[in-house]
Every structure is written in C-alpha cells, then in structure tokens.
C-alpha cells in the first residue's frame, strides 16, 4: 500500500486535478476518488451510470478489478474518467 498521485481529467471538467489514491486501490475505487473532486461540482452527476477509467489517450478503460499497481501508471499520469 501506498499513497500515490495521479491527474484526474474527468470528462466534462474543465480542470485537471492531482487526486491523491492508494496503488491497492480498483479502478472503480480510484474513479470514485476522483469524481469526489468533480461530480456535482464541474460535472452533473449521472445517477446509475457507471464512471470508467483509461489511460490518457487510450481507447478502451481499465477493467473495473484491476488495482493501480497492475495498471503501470507512473506518478501523476493524466487518467480521463467518464459516465459509462
């Protein structure tokens, strides 16, 4: 376990954000920290859709399982998150 940064580009948010999580977190752990810092705030929530994670100019999302550690990022990577 460890505390570690990544920028968080959620769709819809005109600010990137440094959103600090834990390398055993999900993914879908991970996207719940960072739409704390942008649903309801920049971006309208979406009730019962599902918020995704991908690398940065990737085209399909991490599975929703996968820890941190396992997705290879490197320290404030920019991560897009969106509604599924």
Sequence with gaps: ????PISSHFHGDFVLKLVPV???NTMDEVAAAAAAHSVGIHVPDQPGR???A???GADE???????LAQAGLEPT?????YFE
């Design 54 to 56: 991908r690398k940065q």
């Design 50 to 52: 599902t918020i995704r």
């Design 22 to 24: 834990d390398t055993e």
């Design 61 to 67: 999302p991490f599975p929703r399982d996968m820890t």
């Design 77 to 81: 990577d920019t991560v897009e998150f």
């Design 1 to 4: 376990m460890a505390l570690f």
